[in-house]
Every structure is written in C-alpha cells, then in structure tokens.
C-alpha cells in the first residue's frame, strides 16, 4: 500500500501536513475526511503498487514544448472561474465542466493545468486537492474559499464569491496599471528627446564651437562632454544604467528595507492615498469574502495578512490575529494604527456588536475602491504641471545651454 504525503486544513482552517497510507486518492480523501480534515494536496512518497495501478492516478503538468512560457495570468483564471461558475449553476457536472472548459481553453499552460485537475477529480481527489497542486495559479485565498464550499456543500454559491474576489483583484490590477500608462509615455518621450539632442544635435554645436577661440559655459562643456562620452562609450553608458536600474530595484525590494519603504509608501503625498486606498480595499475584500465563506477568523487573518501585499498593514492585521486568540474584538487593533483611517475601526466595531462583520467589510472594501479611482483623478492632477515642468527644464536648459554661446559668438564676430 502506498504511502502518501499530504496538505490539509481542518474545519478551524488551520493547515497541517502529514503522512498516511491508503490504496489511492480517493481513499486517502475519505480517510481524512472523517477526521475532519479537507485534502488540500497529496503526493505518493512510496513506490506504486498494483493497487495504486488499478487506480487512476493524478496525472502532473503536462511537460511545455520547448519555447512555451508558462504563465498563467489573473484574468485567465478570473475567466475560467466565471466560466466554471456558469456551467456549475446550469447542473453541469463538474467533471464535464471542467473537461470542456480544458478543451476549448486558449492559454496552453492553464489548458494542462486543467487537464491535470481533471485527472485528480477522475481519480476521485476533490477539487480543492486538484487546485491545491497549483499554488502558483490557485492561492490560498482561492483554496480556502473552494475547500469552505466543498465542505458546506455550497459551491455553486462559493465559486461566485471567488469570481467577486478574482474580478476585484484583476480591477485593481488594471486601474494601477492603466495610472502607470501616462507617467511612463511622458517619461519615455523625455528620455527620448534628450538622447536625440545629445546623440544628433550637440554634435553640430561642438564642430560650431571648435572654429572659435573662446571660452564656453560650464553647462554646455558638460552637455557637449556628455555627447560625446555617449557616443563613443555608448556600451558603458548602457552597461551603467542597467546596473544602477538593478541596484535601485534591488534596494528597494530588499528584506531590510521594506518596511521603511512600505511606510514611506503609505505617508508620501498624493501617491500614499493612491496606495493606502488600494491596500484598504484588498484587505477589506479578502476578509470579508472568507469570513462570509465560514473560514474561521484566525485563518482568515492569516490569509488577509498574506494578501495585504504592504508590511506596515501585515503587522496590524499580525497584532490583530494574536489579540483575536486572546479572546479581544478586531475594532481596538484598526484604531491603534496610524495608517487605517478611523471610520474604520468605528463600523467594524458596530458590525462585530450587531454579527454584520462580513457585509460591513465588504461594504468598506467598495467604498476605498470608488477611492482609488479619486485617488488615482487627483494623482493625474497633480503629475501633469509637474511632467511640464520636468519636459521644460530638461529640454529647455539644454536650449539655452547651446544658445549662450551662439550669441556669444555672434558678439565677437561682430
């Protein structure tokens, strides 16, 4: 009889793993289950017998043609979660649904993903044992809230509030990304336009200059030095900066310093709102849709902590886990923090007294979402007079740099 590794959460949420022997998947699956304990994933750690081979066995990934990259985004899961969604509400039975979603899926690398689940369901592993073996497509807040609905028999109902939380993900997503389009086309332009005048433009200045004995301004000796360091040492110039591209990058998501940068990120003007507003509004949601699945507040803690995606949030959240275990409302710990706002901490504290957590979360987490969108209106306000500004000086420094000494020269000449 083989025996198998396993992942899984019993009713309180709390994950545990251990070893156990039973002929295949489906018994394993059921021996747990009367302890209480839901499969998340499961492995063989011993050689197969013939039981095992009488069995069908979870087939893994299929192996990705050379040159195929493997990626599975949000929005394809969002999509194939409204899609199995759909089909589950209409009384498809799951493994049809599953298996005709597969066979028209685009996305090659979700299609195997797909085929692999279904293969564990054949096999008679229970959807969140299948998910749980791709934890780079399927997160821990997706799992706990598919395991909650296959324990309570509720999953038609369950897979609509995972399409809640992957379409509020997969918004947020856009809205940053969609901020990021202006800032990045004006920065580009201007990076642009001066490599051009430094590469095409200075050098016809620097052969003007060359025919005339007099003395040039610091700024245009730098601009017409930088000209041509570029031009000949143009691999060292690009060398360099990717090197001090990396090593800022490398600083900023450096263990040590993301808490002040986390920090910094919350409290810098205009743009702190923008990613207070978004963390909030994460926060909020996740909470809200695992409280209101039945996952136990400990563990949903836990994976809102997870999914705060800031430090100075996860520790608040942190604290609040331990004052919950010791027997203290969430409220206390969201008014001690200087970073979430009060009213907050003021509905929270009415909803835990009248039992409307979840509803109340999820009415906190829509209302910071309509934020970001004025958050992000008036992050675009203030960043386009500056980006003028930016564009005026650069070029126009540059301008009047190659200027001066041109009217300079029309002095002597006269």
Excluded at 382 to 387: G, T, Y
Aim: hydrophobic share 50%; aromatic share 8%.
């Amino acid at each position: 009889m083989p025996k198998f590794k396993f992942r899984s959460m019993d009713k309180r949420g709390q994950i545990c793993e251990g070893n156990a022997s039973a002929p295949n998947l489906a018994a394993l699956t059921e021996i747990l289950k009367q302890q209480n304990l839901f499969v998340i994933s499961a492995s063989v750690v011993a050689e197969k017998t013939a039981a095992v081979a009488a069995a069908p066995a979870p087939k893994g990934p299929r192996a990705a043609p050379v040159g195929r990259r493997r990626r599975v985004t949000d929005t394809d899961v969002a999509v194939f979660n409204n899609q199995l969604s759909l089909m589950v509400r209409s009384a498809v039975p799951i493994l049809d649904a599953l298996s005709g979603i597969a066979s028209q899926q685009p996305n090659p690398a979700l299609r195997d993903i797909l085929d692999d689940v279904c293969g564990v369901v054949k096999g008679g592993g229970t959807l969140t044992a299948a998910f749980g073996r791709h934890p780079e497509t399927f997160d821990e807040v997706y799992l706990s809230l598919l395991a909650a609905g296959e324990a309570s028999a509720m999953l038609p109902k369950m897979l609509e509030r995972i399409g809640s939380y992957l379409d509020f993900k997969v918004g947020v997503k856009s809205r940053v990304r969609s901020a990021l389009i202006y800032p990045s086309v004006v920065m580009g332009t201007a990076f642009l336009v001066v490599v051009g005048l430094i590469i095409f433009v200075l050098p016809t200045f620097a052969e003007v200059f060359d025919q005339f004995d007099t003395a040039l301004p610091p700024m245009t000796l730098f601009l017409l030095w930088l000209s041509a360091s570029v031009r000949t040492h143009w691999m060292l110039w690009i060398v360099g900066l990717a090197g001090a591209a990396f090593a800022a990058r490398a600083y900023v998501t450096a263990e040590r310093n993301r808490l002040a940068m986390h920090t910094l990120a919350l409290s810098f003007p205009i743009v702190g709102r923008v990613v207070s507003c978004i963390v909030i509004s994460r926060v909020m949601r996740v909470l809200g849709e695992l409280l209101a699945a039945g996952v136990p507040i400990l563990r949903s803690l836990e994976l809102s902590e997870a999914a705060s995606g800031n430090i100075v949030i996860a520790s608040v959240l942190r604290h609040m886990k331990d004052e919950v275990e010791g027997g203290q409302p969430l409220w206390p710990s969201l008014a001690a923090s200087d970073f979430i706002p009060e009213m907050i901490a003021q509905v929270v504290a009415g909803a835990e007294k009248s039992g409307r957590l979840p509803e109340a979360l999820s009415f906190i987490a829509e209302y910071y979402q309509r934020e970001v969108d004025g958050a992000l209106r008036d992050l675009f306000a203030a960043m386009e007079p500056l980006f003028v500004v930016f564009l005026g000086v650069t070029i126009g420094g540059i301008a009047v740099a190659m200027l001066i000494p041109i009217f300079q020269l029309g002095g002597v000449v006269q």
